[in-house]
């Protein structure tokens, strides 16, 4: 394990050295909204503060993102042809992004990237992409991470992850791609390496000691029947509360599902995928007209049992929630995952 | 436990008990600061769960689209507006509501409040129209008066306009030199500054529809957006398609609109959406003498047609 130091009035100088290798997509506050977004060239990804209310999950996945495109033109030769877009791949570098949010991509791959399947436009961009992490020193009142697999100190699907020490930050090389960014970057101070990971031990369980003790329980979810949990009585009154909108799952750094638009204008068509929500009565209606969701209580449900249950069963690799909280901080009726969460790990049917 | 959500407990509790209601719409506390939940209270017990504060912000009437059942609901006064909205439009009949009505001395705004601080709230207290709002480092006591949502800042209907029962005494309506002071800036600026000024608003829409559906106006059995045979509009982010759905939104809400601010109060980008139909309501003061939700005896203007209306392109 290799330690750099970075002392933070280098910062902006190993920013601006890593562009000539890199397209920077960082934490940035535009019109007092926090977003992630390619930085511009003048633009320095705000380290202060790092969490937005969108995920990072559009640099892989654009919400409104072109598959293929053709011309209508019948005197070009190629006319009607859909053909995939030229879409510039070069090395890209998230920096600041979050250990919850990390890990968030790691689960996505398991979706974009199978065997059976693989989703060139998602596995392109990820293969193109260095993940530069901030660990989160002061966690906020819903990050429930720790609990979901992850944590504020978390290494998974990170590339190199920043703790910020201070005057300095304190960088762990955890892949190649880490190291080369570095490089670029021109930050090669490497730190003594037993008092960097002490150092990053006590500021990991101030961190951790700071959002108290597990409060969100998900050890039962595997042994839980689908059909019990599916006939659970919370779910009405969850379904009465919830408005239905898309919110929850338009924040979420996992929810992937897109649907697939053709547009036309003039001469050029093209087929879109925009990012969908379980929660729109359209989400699942057939051609036939038929909706196996047509019900609100279905749509709740549907979402809290792909992200606690089916995803679970299907992949063994946890839950498909991160606990970064955004659901909970932005749900305009205070839909609480985790409350959710307990109940469906503690419902026992009524025999 | 401040006097609102006591008497509120007690009054709903009351109904369930006596039998006179089947469930009761209220909000409940949140699991983080700032935050309520809106939710059914079947039972005296559940109903003893209820709370009022400055974050009861949705509109409840939202909760009352073509139910069965008789319910008793918490209303403040625009609340009560969009209740009486429902029940001309027969989305509920008044026999089924037994309504509560709660005058209201307006909503904070949370955005506002936010900004004051570095880091995230943890504590938010309410001691009568001062509230004690912590962080982690720090706390502040502010006077809510100077921190209210937009909306709550021009209402002219605080109190109820319908109930069965009020929680406390009406309060003193605001008198406000000019309501629309914020439309009329708008209208001052030249088409570009306008066009500008409506393009930089949408840039951060992300077409989740929490303005819709917190909105009890939006009740379509489908959404125009949400049609696929046809389909009216794009679903992407193409600036075009984002502005098509909001400003059909906003249309749809003409002289209906009660201004209650639950479109952004549920944006989760703070989108300031009413710039859209803040227009809409000073248009129908002006040009119709109507305010929305006022009377249960009239039809709102756009839905009604008059033989001898005095406008030439009718005729």
Redesign the interface.
């Known amino acids: 394990m290799k330690v750099i130091q970075i002392d933070k009035n280098d910062w902006n100088r190993g920013i601006d050295a890593s562009r000539k290798a890199y397209h920077l997509f960082g934490p940035v506050t535009?019109?007092?909204?926090s977003?992630f977004k390619q930085l511009a060239p003048d633009q320095y990804p705000d380290m202060e503060k790092p969490d937005t209310?969108?995920s990072p999950k559009s640099v892989l996945f654009p919400?409104?993102e072109k598959l293929l495109g053709a011309t209508l033109d019948p005197t070009a030769e190629n006319h009607h042809i859909m053909e995939r877009p030229e879409t510039d791949y070069s090395p890209r570098a998230v920096i600041g992004i979050r250990p919850y949010d990390a890990r968030a991509v790691a689960l996505v791959k398991l979706n974009f990237d199978t065997p059976e399947y693989r989703d060139p436009y998602w596995c392109d961009a990820y293969a193109a992409t260095t993940f530069v992490g901030l660990a989160v020193n002061?966690p906020?009142?819903?990050d429930f991470s720790t609990a979901m697999g992850s944590g504020p100190f978390a290494e998974e699907g990170l590339d190199a992850l920043l703790v910020d020490a201070g005057d300095l930050y304190l960088a762990k090389v955890l892949t190649p791609k880490g190291e080369a960014f570095f490089s670029a970057a021109g930050f090669d101070t490497v730190a003594d390496t037993d008092e960097s990971l002490e150092k990053i031990e006590q500021l990991k369980n101030k961190a951790e000691t700071a959002m108290g003790p597990l409060a969100v329980f998900t050890d039962k979810l595997a042994q839980k029947s689908i059909l019990d949990l599916h006939g659970a009585p919370f779910w009405e009154?969850l379904a009465?509360?919830c408005?239905?909108?898309?919110?929850c799952?338009?924040?979420c750094p996992t929810c992937w599902c897109f649907?697939i638009?053709d547009?036309t204008k003039g001469n050029s068509a093209a087929r879109?995928r925009?990012w969908d929500?379980c929660m729109?009565?359209?989400f699942t209606?057939h051609g036939s007209g038929h909706n196996p969701r047509g019900e609100k209580t279905q749509r709740v449900r549907q979402r809290f049992m792909h992200k606690l249950k089916y995803f679970l069963d299907k992949y063994d690799s946890g839950t498909m929630c991160v606990g970064c909280g955004r659901c909970?901080?932005?749900c305009?009726?205070?839909?609480?995952i985790?409350?959710v969460c307990n109940k469906m790990n503690s419902y026992e049917p009524q025999k | 436990m401040n006097a609102y959500t006591e008497k509120i407990r007690e009054l709903s509790s009351n109904l369930l008990r006596e039998g006179k209601v089947d469930l009761v719409i209220g909000f409940k506390q949140g699991t983080v600061p700032m935050a309520t939940v809106p939710a059914i209270a079947r039972t005296p017990e559940e109903a003893a769960t209820f709370v009022w504060d400055a974050n009861c912000s949705l509109n409840l009437a939202n909760y009352l689209t073509n139910r069965t059942e008789k319910i008793g609901i918490i209303a403040k006064g625009c609340d009560s507006r969009n209740i009486v909205n429902h029940i001309v439009e027969n989305k509920i009949s008044r026999e089924q509501l037994y309504i509560i009505g709660v005058p209201c001395t307006g909503m904070v705004d949370k955005p506002s409040i936010r900004a004051l601080f570095d880091l995230e709230i943890t504590q938010f207290k309410e001691e009568g129209e001062t509230l004690l709002v912590k962080t982690l480092e720090n706390e502040l006591k502010i006077d809510k008066q100077d921190y209210l949502r937009a909306n709550c800042r021009t209402c002219m209907h605080r109190n109820p306009v319908i109930h069965d029962v009020l929680v406390a005494e009406p309060v003193v309506e605001q008198t406000l030199e000019d309501p629309f002071k914020d439309v009329k800036a708008i209208e001052q600026m030249d088409d570009d500054q306008r066009w500008n000024h409506f393009e930089t608003l949408l840039d951060g829409c992300i077409r989740c529809y929490a303005c819709r559906n917190a909105c009890p106006l939006c009740y379509c059995p489908t959404c125009f957006v949400d049609e696929s045979n046809p389909q009216w509009v794009g679903k992407g982010q193409d600036p075009s398609d984002v502005r098509t759905f909001h400003f059909l939104r906003a249309y749809h809400c003409a002289g209906r609109c009660t201004d209650c601010g639950a479109c952004e109060e549920a944006c989760p980008m703070d989108i300031r959406v009413r710039d859209f139909t803040r227009k809409l309501v000073k248009d129908s003061l002006e040009i119709y003498g109507w305010e929305a939700g006022l009377t249960l005896d009239q039809r709102p203007p756009l839905d009604t047609f008059k033989p001898d209306d005095p406008d030439a392109f009718i005729k």
């Not at chain 1, 408005?243 to 919110?247: A, L």
């Not at chain 1, 305009?332 to 609480?336: C, E, G, H, L």
Request: a negative charge; charged letters at 20%; proline letters at 5%.
């Open positions: 535009d019109n007092n909204q977003m209310i969108m919400q409104t002061q906020s009142v819903t009154d009465f509360t408005i239905n909108c898309g919110t799952t338009f924040v649907d638009q547009e879109f925009n929500t729109s009565p359209l209606k909970v901080e932005k305009p009726v205070n839909i609480d985790r409350q």
